[in-house]
């Protein structure tokens, strides 16, 4: 094959993204309970795959086991980013079972046993920060930034020096101040959208594949 | 009748001749006795991972739901080797001072990139549902 074909095949450019760039990366979707993880999950691959990742809720914890959807292509101005994107659940602090029954209604025994799946679920989200190439710590642009467990799991990422974007969740609210968070993180990429209505994902898909390639 | 809530600072001497893991051992017993610790030098970002990890594997519905916990960071170094060392990604991550207490006793009201404002929580314990 001549040079000129390589070039056109593609080829080329497929062995410089292996030079220098990732083909293929393992992204997790981190941030506090109620922060629209599972909802950004299930837009990322209802958009690439045509599927979802699981079930999202207003009661807290509703993720408590990490899901993962391998293959999805991400596509954005004609770039491409291969990725196994892996929802897990809200990482806390503090797991109180009354706030299950006293906010949302549910029995004891039904609070208690999310409850205790919530705490192994946190735990679980915590060991695969080593096993992930990158993250998008969702916050919600509607609360404060500086949460322990935000700073936490940053801290961990710059340690690990793993590429983070963070994705300003729910800008559809009324109370919504991305630039809030833009202020709280200027050392990384801050991208304000919602993943209930889709708003601006076109700019986050943009910024995956800049930052994760 | 509010019942009596110790706080302890800890200081930088102490935590620094322990390892991260006894620093978590320690931090996670001494609130389970219901202590507030106001610790002089904070956690690292793994430790604060570890000391989160552990209290999950510690929460006991009936007696200990978790622990509260708020820190912060000092991100400017002053000296010329904190900034070279920050810029090469090599920068400590830990924070400057940390409050850690029982999530049922100690809450926070406000914290910015310089200062934590928390409440102690009187009164009685929330009764537990006993099954």
């Known amino acids: 094959m001549g040079l000129v074909a390589v070039l056109k095949s593609g080829t080329f450019a497929k062995w410089l993204r292996r030079m220098f760039g990732k083909e293929h990366a393992k992204i997790g979707i981190y941030g506090p309970p109620n922060a629209g993880k599972t909802t950004l999950a299930n837009r990322v691959v209802r958009d690439f795959a045509g599927d979802v990742m699981g079930p999202a809720s207003p009661v807290p914890h509703e993720t408590r086991r990490v899901r993962k ?24 602090t ?7 029954m006293e906010v ?8 208690r046993r999310r409850a205790k799946e919530a705490t192994e679920g946190v735990i679980e989200a915590i060991r695969w920060l080593e096993d992930v190439d990158g993250v998008i710590l969702v916050m919600d642009a509607n609360e404060d930034p500086f949460t322990q467990v935000n700073v936490t799991i940053l801290g961990n990422l710059e340690a690990r020096k793993k590429p983070v974007i963070i994705a300003a969740n729910k800008i559809d609210m009324p109370n919504a101040s991305p630039a809030a968070l833009k202020n709280a993180f200027p050392q ?6 919602s993943a209930l209505t889709g708003y601006n994902m076109d700019a986050l898909y943009e910024t995956m594949i800049k930052t994760f390639r | 009748m509010p019942e009596n809530v110790s706080i302890s600072l800890v200081s930088k001497k102490k935590l ?25 030098v904070g956690l690292d970002a793994r ?11 510690e929460i006991d519905p009936d007696a200990f739901i978790g622990i509260e916990m708020e820190s912060y960071k000092d991100d400017a170094p002053r000296d010329i080797f904190g900034r070279f060392k920050k810029a090469a990604g090599q920068g400590s991550s830990r924070a400057s001072m940390t409050v850690v207490g029982p999530a049922d006793r100690l809450k926070t009201i406000r914290k910015d990139g310089s200062s934590i404002q928390a409440m102690i929580l009187g009164g009685e314990r929330k009764k537990r549902v006993s099954r």
């Open chain 2, 47 to 57: 430790e604060e991972a570890s000391l989160i990890e552990r209290t999950m594997v």
């Open chain 1, 94 to 100: 503090k797991i109180d079972f009354h706030e299950f």
């Open chain 1, 188 to 193: 990384h990429p801050v991208v304000p959208m």
């Open chain 2, 16 to 40: 620094s001749a322990m390892s991260s893991k006894e620093k978590v051992s320690y931090i996670l017993d001494e609130v389970k006795q219901d202590k507030i610790l106001v610790l002089e």
């Open chain 1, 104 to 111: 949302y209604g549910m029995d004891e025994d039904e609070a």
């Open chain 1, 69 to 92: 959807k391998a293959n999805v292509e991400v596509k954005a101005n004609g770039s491409s980013l291969t990725l196994d994107v892996v929802d897990t659940p809200g990482i806390a």
